[in-house]
């Protein structure tokens, strides 16, 4: 996702999206009720995104693309999608078998992968989608629906994980940000949970960040963040510890019997993430191509993500019995998987400044070219990686 601005310059909601974000306040403000007046940030957020029918992800605001609140990569450019499909091809050249992506959003990247691995003859079994949202499942099917027979036909949705594991690519851009994740402050003495509690003025529910005392869990989890740091952060240090990490990728790493796990997001080794200096953490809220910190105002009508631990990804994924073949910065992958090229072989000048616009977008580091990281996970696959093969990152974790 891309966009930066501060607070006060977020253009005001409609009446029916007020409407909308009240009747998401009340829900939230009910659980927060039965349990006693506080709720952890991790579910909190979970409700934000995905209480059902009244979500973020789970109603029907445009959400990606230009028209909406972010812009991710495969929304950039088909470029992105194109070096994700080289790479697959050469997966499945090696494996066979089918490509998995996990939240989807617009369909936009599995359009284009399924296009390009027509134009490479390189076409999967099939193109299963596990999309959370109902709402974003319901805008895939319409526009995957304009594809080629041969393409559309392989393509499957699914409403849970494959019970058998499957050969060939798992793909997941942008997903593991927008899982719920967990805030701590530190003390001198002792850690602190982030939390909400309930504030009514003239009949409008709000939410307000309060704290309570770590339990053991967030302690433990904690401490063993310390153990990879140089030095404690500092007194006041507020950040993220996002635990579903651990159990999602258990999850899939169960779901690949040989093959790939391709993960991209914005995100970090550690020791950069928890870095003293970046004291209030990665929590970013996305509404209307403008970034902020505030994830209490708009409850509902804005995105709300953490940037990814990718060390804590690498642990879990070792747990799980995977191999960390790769990680790189997107830059480095979609160079090593021929971003160049694709720009150099457009037709015609105009066509190929135009692309070259898209590839900067990509690439550039004051872009998505840094921030952007993406992880090779693989069992039992021993070909040559070309995202990978330009630059290795894994020493960082
Ligand atoms: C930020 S959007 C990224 C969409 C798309 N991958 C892209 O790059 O444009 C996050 C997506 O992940 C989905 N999602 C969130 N948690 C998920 C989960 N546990 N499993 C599958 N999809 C999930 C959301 O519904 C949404 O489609």
Not at 122 to 147: F, G, N, T
Not at 231 to 256: K, Q
């Amino acid at each position: 996702m891309t966009a930066s601005a501060p607070r006060s310059i977020l253009p005001p909601p409609a009446a029916q999206e007020r409407e909308h974000s009240e009747r998401l306040a009340a829900l939230i403000g009910a659980e927060l009720g039965a349990a006693g007046g506080w709720l952890s940030f991790e579910r909190f957020m979970e409700l934000a995104l995905y209480a059902p029918g009244l979500g973020y992800y789970s109603a029907g605001s445009v959400k990606l693309g230009t028209g909406g609140d972010f812009v991710t990569a495969p929304e950039v450019s088909d470029l992105f999608s194109r070096c994700i499909a080289r790479q697959c091809a050469a997966v499945l050249a090696s494996t066979g078998g089918e490509i998995l992506e996990l939240g989807a959003g617009t369909g936009s990247m599995a359009g284009a992968v399924l296009s390009e691995l027509a134009v490479l003859g390189a076409l999967p079994q099939r193109y299963a989608i596990l999309e959370v949202s109902a709402d974003l499942a319901q805008r895939q099917r319409e526009r995957l629906a304009r594809l080629p027979a041969a393409l559309r036909e392989r393509l499957v949705w699914l409403d849970r994980l494959p019970a058998s594991p499957l050969r060939g690519v798992v793909l997941a851009n942008e997903v593991t940000d927008a899982l719920p994740c967990r805030r701590f402050r530190r003390y001198a003495e002792g850690l602190g949970e982030l939390g909400v509690v309930a504030h009514e003025t003239d009949g409008m529910l709000s939410f307000i960040e309060a704290e309570r005392v770590a339990d053991a869990s967030l302690v433990r989890a904690y401490r063993e963040i310390l153990t990879d740091l140089p030095e404690p952060p500092p007194a006041g240090y507020t950040s993220e510890i996002c635990l579903r990490v651990d159990a999602w990728i258990a999850s899939l790493a169960a779901c690949l019997d040989r093959g790939v796990l391709l993960l991209c997001d914005y995100g970090l080794p550690r020791r950069h993430y928890y870095h003293p200096q970046r004291s209030a953490g990665t929590l970013r809220c996305h509404y209307r191509q403008l970034a902020h910190d505030d994830p209490y105002i708009n409850v509902g009508l804005q995105d709300i993500t953490a940037w990814v631990d990718f060390t804590r990804v690498a642990n879990a994924a070792h747990a799980a019995g995977l191999e960390l073949r790769g990680f790189a910065t997107q830059a480095a992958f979609l160079l090593g998987c021929g971003i160049e090229e694709m720009v150099l072989q457009a037709a015609g000048s105009v066509e190929q400044a135009r692309r070259a616009g898209e590839a900067r977008r990509l690439i550039m580091p004051e872009e998505m070219g840094e921030a952007f990281k993406v992880m090779g996970l693989t069992r039992g696959l021993d070909i040559p990686l070309a995202g990978f093969a330009l630059q290795d990152l894994r020493h960082l974790l």
